[in-house]
C-alpha cells in the first residue's frame, strides 16, 4: 500500500521563478495538506484541500497557491520565490476532513532559491 | 499571543532509561494533541493521539499525557534505545478553527547513547 508520494524530491530555483510541486496521498484518503517546513523549525501549514476546494488556509502570502484533482492528488504553487521561501515543503493526507484522524506525511520536497 | 512550546531543543539520555518531552501550549483549545516523530531528511510519522478528555494514552514503550489544566502534554519513552534518536513533533488540532490542521512546535531532538 503506497504511502504518501511527493514529487520532485529536490529543486533549485532562482529569485523571482515559480515552482510546482507535487503529491499523491495514501491511498483512500481524500483530504490533502501542505506545509511548509524551515531548517529547526516545525512544520507550518500553508493550506488544507478536501473535494477539490481549499478548506483551510494558514498564514502564507497569495503568492502560495494549491489545487487540488479529482483523484485527490494535490499540487503547491509559489510565485514569486523569494529567498526565504527555501525549505522542506511537506505534503500530508488524511480521511476525511473534519474528523480526528492522524496525518500521513510524505519525505517531502527539499526547495532551494538561489 | 498562540503558542506551543517544545521546552528543550535536545535531549540526551542514556540507553535503557525513560525519555520524558515536555510540550507546552498557550492560548489554544485543542480539540486533540498529536505526536510525531521526524528522522533526518523524512517526513513526520505519526505515533500517537490524544483527545482532550483523555489523560493518558499508551503504546508499546510509548505514553502520552495530557493535563488541560497545565496547558501540558508529557511523552514518555521507555527503556530507551538508540534507534529511538529522532527529532519528536508535538501538534495540535485547535478546537477555535474550522478544519484540521495541525499547529506544530519546533521539535525535541532525542539521542539515545548506548
Known amino acids: 500500500d503506497a504511502g504518501v508520494t511527493q514529487s520532485p524530491t529536490h529543486l533549485i530555483k532562482t529569485r523571482g521563478q515559480q515552482v510546482t510541486l507535487r503529491c499523491s496521498p495514501k491511498?483512500?484518503?481524500?483530504?490533502v495538506s501542505w506545509y511548509q517546513q524551515a531548517l529547526g523549525q516545525g512544520p507550518q501549514f500553508i493550506f488544507q484541500?478536501?473535494?477539490?476546494?481549499?478548506?483551510q488556509r494558514g498564514n502564507f502570502p497569495d503568492r502560495f497557491s494549491g489545487h487540488q484533482f479529482p483523484n485527490y492528488s494535490s499540487e503547491l504553487n509559489v510565485n514569486a520565490l523569494l529567498l526565504g521561501d527555501s525549505a522542506l515543503y511537506l505534503c500530508?493526507?488524511?480521511?476525511?476532513?473534519?474528523?480526528?484522524?492522524?496525518?500521513?506525511f510524505g519525505d517531502g520536497t527539499r526547495l532551494s532559491i538561489l | 499571543s498562540q503558542k506551543i512550546e517544545q521546552n528543550s531543543e535536545a535531549l540526551n539520555i542514556q540507553e535503557g532509561k525513560t525519555a520524558t518531552l515536555t510540550c507546552n501550549y498557550t492560548?489554544?483549545?485543542?480539540?486533540?494533541l498529536q505526536w510525531y516523530r521526524q528522522d533526518p531528511g523524512r517526513g513526520p510519522v505519526f505515533l500517537l493521539l490524544?483527545?482532550?478528555?483523555?489523560k493518558e494514552k499508551r503504546k508499546e514503550r510509548l505514553k502520552v499525557t495530557f493535563d488541560t489544566t497545565l496547558k501540558q502534554s508529557l511523552f514518555h519513552i521507555t527503556a530507551s534505545q538508540p534507534a529511538d534518536s529522532a527529532t519528536y513533533l508535538c501538534?495540535?488540532?485547535?478546537?477555535?478553527?474550522?478544519?484540521?490542521?495541525?499547529?506544530f512546535g519546533k521539535g525535541t531532538t532525542l539521542s539515545v547513547s548506548s
Open positions: 491511498s483512500g484518503h481524500d483530504t
Open positions: 500530508a493526507s488524511s480521511l476525511r476532513q473534519g474528523s480526528n484522524q492522524p496525518q500521513h
Open positions: 484541500y478536501y473535494e477539490e476546494e481549499e478548506r
Open positions: 501538534a495540535l488540532v485547535s478546537l477555535n478553527q474550522a478544519g484540521t490542521a495541525l499547529i
Open positions: 490524544i483527545r482532550e478528555n483523555e
Open positions: 492560548n489554544y483549545s485543542p480539540a486533540y
